[in-house]
Every structure is written in C-alpha cells, then in structure tokens.
C-alpha cells in the first residue's frame, strides 16, 4: 500500500518516492524526507517493494523490484496534475533508473532524485552500477554524501559529467543517508539542505 503526502498546492510536482534495500517506507528516514519535500511544496506518494512488505530480508530480483515500479508508477502518472518524478534512497532511486532505463514507466518521468545512489558496493569500485545510465534520456540529480562509501566525490563528480542533463549535489560529511556527525550537525540540518537542493530542482 502506497503513502501520500501532499503538498499545499494541487498543482505541484509530485515525486514518486522508493526506499532503500533495508528499511521501508515507515523508516523516519523516508517519512522525514516526505513531509520535508511536501512543507516544499514537492507531493510525495511512497511504497514498499514486495519483500519488505513480506518481511523478508533479501530484496527481491531486479525483475520484481522494477515491476513494482512500473506498477507504482502506473497508478500514479498517468492523470496527474502537476510533473511526476521518480527516485528514491540507494536501492530505491536505482531500481527507479532501471525501469525508466527499460521504458517501463510511461508517462516518462519529469526527472529522475537520487538521494544516496549506490553507485557499487562499498569497499569493490569495480562493481559498478551505472552502465544503464546514459541510456536515461530525463534530467537527473544526485544528492550524495561526501562520506558515502557507495561512491566516491571524485567518482560521482566523474559519472554525472558523462550523463546528459544530471547534476551533482554534494553534501559535505554526508554519509549514504546525507547525514553528517552529530557533533558537527546535531540538528540534522544536511538532510534540510538536501530537501532544499531536490525541491528547487522539481519546481524550478
């Protein structure tokens, strides 16, 4: 079952938001994100893929993940008011890539919001997760922390200078959840700005 959270505005952009591999759409981290980009004037509707709703660990095969999204998608798009993005947190926004990437979401989406895009598996850069993504024909923008073991700064600034229409929004000592250490940020504010940088993008 899917979460909607509504922005003021009927006519605002809504964004389609996936969770990552290990924590649903209840996880504070998600919901936070949603009532922030709606405060925002950013619609958000969220989901669980399968396996989180069956209380699995493992995700699901990438076949079941995209479906999913096509199905999300589907039920959301098509009719909508305002412009309609898709993204989400690491696996999420990734597995969003990878549908759009198939042609599995039509109406295609406004743009594509990574927020922490797993790039490779920490500690393996050769592992990568990108070869899709040129294929991607929608803006794009990845909020990534400069301590995000999944990517690099030097790797991320490398891929976006190759993708056509993406930008890169660094958060300085953000983790793969964009959340600097508390001494250094004990209210949490890297994630506000994060918020801040993805609403503007969706609205300008």
């Not at 589907?74 to 999420?92: D, E, I, L, N, Q």
């Amino acid at each position: 079952m899917s979460e909607r959270y509504a922005a003021a505005g009927p006519d605002g952009p809504i964004l389609v938001l996936a969770h990552g591999a290990g924590a649903g759409q209840a996880h504070p981290w998600m919901t936070r994100v949603a009532k922030g980009l709606a405060a925002r004037g950013v619609s958000v509707v969220t989901f669980n893929f399968p396996y989180m709703d069956a209380r699995r660990h493992a995700p699901d095969p990438p076949a079941v993940l995209e479906r999913t999204w096509q199905e999300i998608w589907t039920s959301v798009a098509p009719g909508a008011r305002g412009r309609v993005f898709a993204g989400g947190k690491s696996m999420g926004g990734r597995i969003a890539s990878q549908a759009c990437a198939l042609g599995l979401l039509d109406p295609l989406p406004a743009g594509l919001v990574f927020f922490g895009y797993p790039l490779h598996p920490p500690g393996k850069p050769a592992q990568r997760r990108d070869k899709h993504l040129p294929k991607i024909t929608v803006p794009m923008i990845f909020l990534h922390g400069a301590r995000d073991a999944f990517g690099s700064p030097e790797e991320m600034r490398e891929l976006v200078a190759g993708l056509r229409g993406a930008e890169l929004e660094l958060i300085e000592d953000g983790d793969h959840s964009l959340v600097r250490p508390k001494r250094a940020d004990p209210q949490g504010r890297s994630i506000d700005h994060a918020l801040d940088v993805a609403a503007a993008w969706m609205t300008r």
